[in-house]
């Protein structure tokens, strides 16, 4: 196994709209679609058509959406054993594209809500047996911690996405990952700076080397990324794209970054690859249904 995804799935609701409605007013949109997503699983669907194994470690409702969200890791590839069923509502994502591929996104947690724990600690075997764990905060926070300390236990790295932004993250309880990778406004939570310009995007990220992390990689969109490290900051631009739907671009980028560091462990490389999977991304509608299989892309 490569790759131990712990984190969230989402039924992703879809509306492409001119503009989002005022207060007490309706508005027609235009189209409409409804997909597999959540940060977690996006980002082991794309390592996993990448070429990676994925095991996945998460929560689905006992609604209607759970056995299709089961069904789908499965058709793409990933282990599904730790896969679990919860009384609650699965997790689900409305999602508002723009016709500028601009996106504003709510989520209701659902069953993502109540991974805890013990459900890591009983996947600890198949766990053991990963080169990576990649984590986000669709989760309870309590559980990314115990999959950190985990993590340490059994000497696995872990790449954390700190999304969506938490304001209760502790920046102590996450340090010691091996990678961490926000967007802009996710590191000026994380660090209480400005991200203004590209020299306070590296200030701020210099708060997070300090913490103790050792690898900060920064997205910037159609900018590309930054990587901070002792050995010192690198900006690696994006390939140039034709944006239609940014959604999930960042999940893209991580699950192609994770599938190649576990070929190659190779930083830079990695990005470079996953700015293109991301940008890639883009060119097409929807989440999962934008990211591209091994034999469609080359790096």
Not at 8 to 13: A, E, H, K, R, Y
Not at 41 to 52: D, E, H, I, K
């Amino acid at each position: 196994m490569d790759i131990a995804v712990v984190g969230s799935n989402m039924v992703d609701l879809i509306s492409y709209i001119t503009r989002m409605p005022s207060e007490g007013e309706t508005v027609e949109a235009p189209d409409f679609r409804m997909g597999c997503g959540g940060k977690g699983a996006n980002q082991a669907v794309a390592a996993s058509r990448l070429g990676s194994q994925v095991l996945m470690v998460t929560r689905v409702g006992n609604d209607m959406f759970a056995e299709n969200t089961i069904k789908n890791f499965a058709a793409n590839g990933i282990d599904t054993k730790y896969v679990m069923r919860t009384e609650a509502t699965s997790g689900v994502a409305p999602i508002f594209v723009d016709s500028e591929s601009r996106n504003s996104i709510l989520i209701v947690k659902g069953a993502n809500a109540r991974l805890c724990p013990d459900d890591v600690m009983n996947a600890k075997d198949a766990i053991a047996k990963c080169k990576i764990i990649v984590m986000q905060l669709e989760i309870p926070l309590e559980t990314v911690y115990a999959t950190i300390d985990l993590a340490e236990e059994l000497n696995i790295p872990v790449l954390l996405n700190p999304a969506p932004a938490d304001p209760a993250l502790q920046l102590e309880k996450v340090k010691k990952v091996k990678f961490i990778v926000p967007n802009e406004s996710e590191l000026s939570l994380l660090t209480g700076m400005p991200v203004d310009t590209h020299e306070d995007i590296i200030n701020a990220a210099h708060v997070l080397l300090d913490a103790g992390i050792p690898n900060v990689i920064v997205t910037l969109g159609s900018k590309g990324a930054v990587w901070i490290s002792s050995s010192g900051d690198k900006t690696i631009p994006a390939t140039s794209a034709e944006p239609v739907d940014s959604t999930g671009a960042g999940d893209a980028f991580i699950g192609c970054f994770s599938h190649m560091w576990t070929k190659t462990e190779d930083i830079e490389a990695s990005i470079v690859a996953a700015n293109k999977y991301a940008g890639d991304s883009v060119t097409k509608r929807g989440t999962q249904t934008s990211y591209a299989k091994a034999g469609d892309i080359e790096f």
